[in-house]
């Protein structure tokens, strides 16, 4: 195991951050897995089950099972992880910007034209260039605030990867991924050894998370590209949200560690034999056809359903009860499928969000992710 530290950005004199990785197994290898945890900060699901993981691929270093070069991020986000104020936690959001630290990952300009001028007949070394177009577009940025530092720093680490994980979690929730239309096959069965709930698709949402700078845009490369430049199918990238916040223990840690390390065995990243794969416990939806609810009013929320829950169309999700007349208003369900992320408050301002539910139809167009 070999540990880095790339130097953020000094926002102010005296602070000083790194973003700290561990390197595990041959740097030559085929294959680079690229695992980061909690860039949100206030993700400590992820972070533990980092924390496993990171013992658990020194232990398979030392007995020489690594087939991949694999790159661990405990900690992507140590900007967040300080921001704590008057007793909350808040890791979603800069305070100093008001940025959400998974949106806006928008590394890459101009490589589409510099990919025209410089891609040849051959696709497997189309993708070496490609890396390579990548690298000099991310050392030709100068960032302006630990903000941008933290998200090229991330970039810099994981642009040559062929896979990608985004371990998050939720507010209250069950195991669910966000991953590409074209990524999903490959996904596929990383999703049945977790155990994952709701497989949500999206080519674009429209909010440049991390795992979309990678997928988007080789999904792009290969939609404009002409076909005597062709590029093959770019890294397998995914979020993966590890339940809700509170969820945070030993068991569903290690469950998760374990269903990783189960995928990368069946990517041959590990060697060894791979456990054959479960099912899969929910088939795939659209991002796009997921629906959101939001308070008509505010007052007190008394939940309805639980999470996990089948949900039909018309069940009751919240009651909203009016605190000085008693008065209660339902949210029932627009759609049909899984109750898979609530929020995790009792009290709601009007227009607040409230949680989401599966659908098989597509029903949202624009920024499908939330703020
Ligand atoms: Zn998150």
């Known amino acids: 195991m070999n540990q880095q530290s790339i130097p ?41 089950t980092a924390v496993l993981l990171r013992a658990q691929l020194a232990e398979l270093e030392a007995q020489g099972a690594l087939a991949a070069q694999v790159v661990l991020v405990p900690l992507a986000n140590p900007v967040g992880l300080n921001q704590h104020v008057l007793g909350q936690f808040i890791g979603r959001f800069d305070l100093a910007s008001g940025r959400n630290f998974n949106r806006h990952f ?3 300009p101009g490589l589409l034209a510099r990919a025209k001028e410089t891609l040849g007949a051959h696709a497997g070394r189309n993708r070496e260039l490609i890396r390579q177009l990548m690298r000099e577009a991310l050392d030709a940025q100068t960032p302006l605030t ?6 090229l720093a991330l970039l810099r680490l994981s642009h040559d990867a062929d896979l990608i994980i985004d371990l998050h979690c939720s507010l209250e929730a069950v195991m669910h991924v966000y991953t590409s239309e074209a990524g999903w096959p490959d996904i596929e069965p990383l999703a049945r050894y977790l155990g994952s709930r709701a497989q949500l698709l999206a080519t674009d949402s429209g909010a440049q998370a991390f795992d979309e700078a990678h997928s988007l845009l080789w999904w792009q ?8 430049q062709p590029v093959p199918a770019g890294p397998a990238a995914v979020t993966i949200e590890c339940r809700g916040q509170r969820d945070v223990s030993w068991e569903s840690a290690q469950q998760d560690a374990d269903a990783l390390l189960d995928y990368l065995r069946w990517r041959g990243a590990l060697l060894g034999e791979a456990k054959p794969l479960p099912e899969l416990l929910m088939p795939a939806t659209p991002l796009a056809g997921s629906a959101q609810f939001h308070a008509p009013c505010s007052g007190i929320l008394v939940h309805r359903a639980k999470i996990g829950d089948w949900i039909r169309e018309d069940d009751p999700l919240f009651d909203i009860v009016d605190p000085m007349t008693g008065e209660m208003t339902t949210v029932k369900s627009t759609a049909e499928g899984v109750f ?25 167009s624009g920024v499908l992710l939330g703020a």
């Open 8 to 48: 953020l950005l000094c926002a102010t004199p005296g602070t000083r951050r790194e973003l700290t990785s561990f390197h595990f197994g041959p740097a030559d290898a085929r294959q680079k897995v690229y695992i980061q945890a909690s860039l949100h900060a206030d993700e400590t699901p992820a972070m533990l």
């Open 106 to 108: 928008h590394a890459f």
């Open 146 to 151: 630990e903000f941008d530092s933290l998200q």
């Open 221 to 228: 490369l290969r939609q404009q590209m002409p076909a005597t």
């Open 340 to 364: 898979y992320m609530r929020r995790a408050i009792h009290f709601v301002t009007a227009g607040a969000p409230l949680g989401r539910v599966t659908g098989t139809r597509p029903i949202r």
